[in-house]
Each structure stands twice: as structure tokens, then as C-alpha cells.
């Protein structure tokens, strides 16, 4: 579990719109709880990834309830991107788009890390979210829609949906 | 995937690709479980005080209804009440209903459900059968049946075990005692009932939903959609209430 930190913390910053300090709390947080039920996990020969994934986006979502009173502060992704050559188009671009994930809403924040950046399918995330494959894909059609907006975006011609 | 999918992607990637967590992480941890293990601590520490103050008190009136109102194999309670000794009672022994699994305060896993998770609940006294109307169950191409998550929530101090009863018996099976994951499920992988024990109220667990005791666990179905009939036992030699679970998008009777 120690050794898939780094990808869960990932995963957190993301979903915390970058806030290091915060994302490492929600790992922290994480790690404990996986850790408090790391007998059971393992003697049914279980996948701590999955749970670990699902700790995670739980305490995501306690942490968002926590702040969903305030506003959360703008997403400043210009120093992590800096550090990368690119083309200043492309680096304006991810900056934009990261921003607008920032301020969608928490569940589709979620569904659109899990799908874009964790890889996984709509099958998993609906496991890890509790909730249908019919729930996924609103949320997921609904953020990008929103995303898409947000960066002055036209959507596509209508087609197949995302995958699945 | 289009190409705003793949921008997307490749902006997450970026964005996060050289983030560490710090070096310190595990000792962070680690600090963190002492802190909650000597929380808990204090708390077991109370209950422990509060019971041995309260046995003294309750021998007496046990030994006066000796025979009459305890059950078989089970330990005196620390109340006077009747109805709290039988409470206590069945709560000292926790042992799993014939044809069912045993789960118990060690076996809890904490979550949150959504915010109206109870509107979407089964709920017969202490048991919470969550997000379940409908109960979703899927495939990830690895299961020779389709499978769900199921949640559950039991009152603290609470002791009831829940059974598949009547067809839903030839295709439907809970896995509390096998879930573990991996994605791969036949029926002979799960059980027909399982006994929930809950934790003693104070003694862990609650973080989420003070007061009750969280279990995760899942199922695996052979027909989809499907109304799946339960019986649900909240005490001993008590009756049981049937209810539908409905699994996949059908309409079926509430029991």
C-alpha cells in the first residue's frame, strides 16, 4: 500500500484542486483507516487498492462537505506546469482545463479523475462510488459538458458516448 | 476517446506528475493510528468501569430470574431491566445463525453513503440495507455473475442477522464472508444469511454515522433483474420480517 502512495496522492491532489497539504491529509487519512483493516482485507486475499480508492474518495467527499460553505480557492496550476517545456497554447490549455475541473462539482470532480486520470471503467467507479453505471455516465456527460463551457468550448457533434 | 478527452487526460497527467507525498508519510500515519488507538482507548476504558460498576448490580437480579429469561449460553447483562439483559445478553456472545456468516464490530469498514441514503435504504429496526432500492449489480468482465456492493448499517448494540428466503435462494447469494474484490464470483462463493453484531455504543467505529456500526460486503446474483426476498431477524426467537430487495431496474413489492 506504502508503495501506491505516490498514485493515491495523485489522485488526491486532484481531487482537492491541487491543495498539497490537504491531499496529503486525505492520504494520510486513508492509509489509517486501510491500515485499521488491513487484517481483514488481506485474509480474504482482497485488493487494498480498491478499498484504499474508496477510503480515499470518501474522505474526499468529507472534506468537501467541510468547505462547501466557503469557496475554495482558485486553482493555481502555473507552477507545477512551468516546470514542463511546452508550447505556451498547450500549457494555457491544460491550465484552463484543470481550472475548470477545480470548480465543477465534487461528484463529478470525482468521476472525471477516476475516468481520465486513474484509468478506470465505469463498472469500478461505480463500485467505488456506491451508485449505478447509469450514474457515472450522467455525472461524467454533465462535468464534461460543464468543462467544455467553462474553457469557451463548443461541444461535438452528437456521437457514441464516452466510452465506457 | 475525442480530442478533448485526450487534452484532458494528458492535462491531468501533467498537472500532477511530479507530486510526491512527503518523505514522512508512513511516520504521519502512524502517529495518526496512535492518536485514534488511545482515543479508543479511553473510551474502552470507560465502558470497561461502567460495566464492572454496573455487575454487581445485576448478579442479584439475574440469580432471581435464573432459568426463566435468558437464553441458552448467554451471559448475564450488566442492566436490571429485562428487556436491556436480553439486549446485553445476546450481545456478549456473538455467534453467527445457523446458515449464516458472522460479522462483527472488528469487520466494520467506514464510508459515506449520499446524503438521503436512508430514502434509498431497507430498514427493518437496528439493520439498514443501504442505497439498495434498486441494488445495482455488474460485471468487470472477470465475474462469471454479476456482482454488487452492499452496505449496511447496524444500530450499536445491536444483534441481527438477515437470510435469502424463498426462489431468490436458487440465485442469489451475499458476500460478507468472500467479498474480496477480485472480481470474480459464482454463487458458490457466497452465503445465504449473514449475523450482524454491532459494536457496544462508545466503543469504535461512528465517524461517519454515530450510533451505528458499518459494514461493507456485496452480492452476486445469477438473474438480474431480479425482487429478492430477505428475512431479517432483529432477536432471538423472534419472527422474522421479509422484505424485497430489488436488484437491476424492476418494480417489486416493499415485502
Known amino acids: ?164 | 476517446m475525442n480530442d478533448f478527452e485526450r487534452r484532458l487526460t494528458e492535462a491531468l497527467h501533467v498537472a500532477v506528475d511530479q507530486a510526491q507525498p512527503s518523505g514522512r508519510l508512513m511516520e504521519s500515519v502512524m502517529r495518526r493510528r496512535r492518536r485514534r488507538r488511545a482515543r479508543v482507548g479511553v473510551a474502552s476504558f470507560a465502558v470497561t468501569a461502567a460495566v464492572a460498576l454496573a455487575v454487581p448490580l445485576a448478579i442479584p437480579a439475574v440469580r432471581g430470574s435464573a432459568g426463566s429469561s435468558t437464553s441458552p449460553g448467554s451471559h448475564p447483562g450488566p442492566s436490571r431491566s429485562d428487556a436491556s439483559r436480553s439486549r446485553s445478553a445476546t450481545f456478549a456472545v456473538p455467534v453467527a445463525q445457523p446458515g449464516t456468516v458472522l460479522q462483527n464490530c472488528s469487520d466494520q469498514i467506514e464510508g459515506q453513503y449520499a446524503t438521503d441514503w436512508r430514502s434509498q435504504s431497507i430498514h427493518v429496526g437496528p439493520l439498514w440495507l443501504i442505497d439498495v432500492r434498486p441494488a445495482y449489480a455488474t460485471t468487470d468482465g472477470s465475474s462469471p455473475l454479476p456482482f454488487g456492493n452492499l452496505g449496511v448499517n447496524v444500530a450499536d448494540d445491536s444483534y441481527v442477522w438477515v437470510k435469502v428466503a424463498g426462489r431468490a435462494r436458487d440465485y442469489f447469494r451475499f458476500l460478507f464472508g468472500a467479498f474480496n474484490a477480485n472480481g470474480s464470483y459464482t454463487l458458490r462463493s457466497g452465503e445465504t444469511g449473514v449475523t450482524f453484531t454491532s459494536c457496544r455504543a462508545g466503543q469504535e467505529g461512528g465517524i461517519y454515522y454515530p450510533g451505528y456500526t458499518q459494514f461493507w460486503g456485496g452480492f452476486v446474483v445469477a438473474k438480474s433483474p431480479a425482487c429478492v426476498t430477505l428475512d431479517v431477524w432483529t432477536r432471538p426467537g423472534g419472527r422474522p420480517t421479509r422484505v424485497i430487495m430489488p436488484v437491476g431496474s424492476l418494480r417489486c413489492p416493499r415485502r
Open chain 1, 1 to 164: 500500500m506504502q508503495a501506491r502512495s505516490a498514485g493515491l496522492f495523485r489522485t488526491a491532489l486532484l481531487l482537492t484542486g491541487q491543495d498539497a497539504a490537504e491531499a496529503e491529509d486525505l492520504l494520510q487519512l486513508c492509509l489509517e483507516r486501510a491500515y485499521r483493516h488491513w487484517g481483514r482485507i488481506t485474509r480474504q486475499g482482497g485488493e487494498p487498492e480498491r478499498y484504499a480508492r474508496r477510503i480515499l474518495v470518501n474522505a474526499a467527499n468529507d472534506r468537501w462537505r467541510r468547505l462547501k460553505r466557503r469557496p475554495e480557492r482558485s486553482l493555481d496550476v502555473a507552477d507545477t506546469a512551468s516546470s514542463v517545456p511546452d508550447r505556451a497554447g498547450e500549457v494555457a490549455d491544460r491550465d484552463a482545463l484543470t481550472r475548470a475541473l477545480a470548480d465543477l462539482p465534487q461528484r463529478q470532480r470525482l468521476v472525471i479523475v477516476l475516468r481520465y486520470f486513474d484509468d478506470m471503467e465505469m463498472a469500478e467507479i461505480a463500485v467505488a462510488l456506491g451508485c449505478s453505471i447509469g450514474t457515472v455516465r450522467s455525472h461524467l456527460s454533465r462535468g464534461l459538458s460543464a468543462m467544455r463551457q467553462a474553457i469557451g468550448e463548443e461541444a461535438p457533434e452528437p456521437r457514441e458516448g464516452a466510452r465506457s
